[in-house]
């Protein structure tokens, strides 16, 4: 009987141990969705300003070039952020024991 009731404690642990770590992962992969936003926003805004400057004469278009070059980099790390969120909200899910409510239709 003591050890049942120690496998049962260590399980409860190791439940609790999941679904902490599963939130903390879906914090802080919710954390890099909004950093990688803000990423793609900010290379937008470059390449409007190396577009203007090319435009006026006072660069050239190798800067045009690489302000998209550096959106594209933006876009690829919102991609992978948004991946992690998703792959964290549905670990989230199954250390809750809720992934078929969540993800059923």
Do not use: H, P
């Not at 577009?51 to 550096?70: K, S």
Request: glycine share 2%; charged share 30%.
């Amino acid at each position: 009987m003591k050890v049942l009731n120690e496998q049962k404690a260590d399980l409860r642990n190791q439940i609790s141990l999941d679904v902490k770590t599963s939130l903390l992962n879906l914090k802080s992969a919710r954390n890099q969705v909004a950093v990688a936003t803000l990423g793609v926003q900010l290379a937008k805004e470059e390449v409007e300003q190396s577009r203007d400057r090319f435009r006026a004469g006072v660069a050239n278009n190798i800067e045009v070039i690489q302000a998209q070059d550096a959106l594209a980099r933006a876009n690829d790390n919102e991609i992978a952020a948004l991946y992690r969120f998703n792959q964290a909200r549905a670990d989230y899910a199954r250390s809750i024991g809720q992934m078929e409510r969540v993800y059923a239709k």
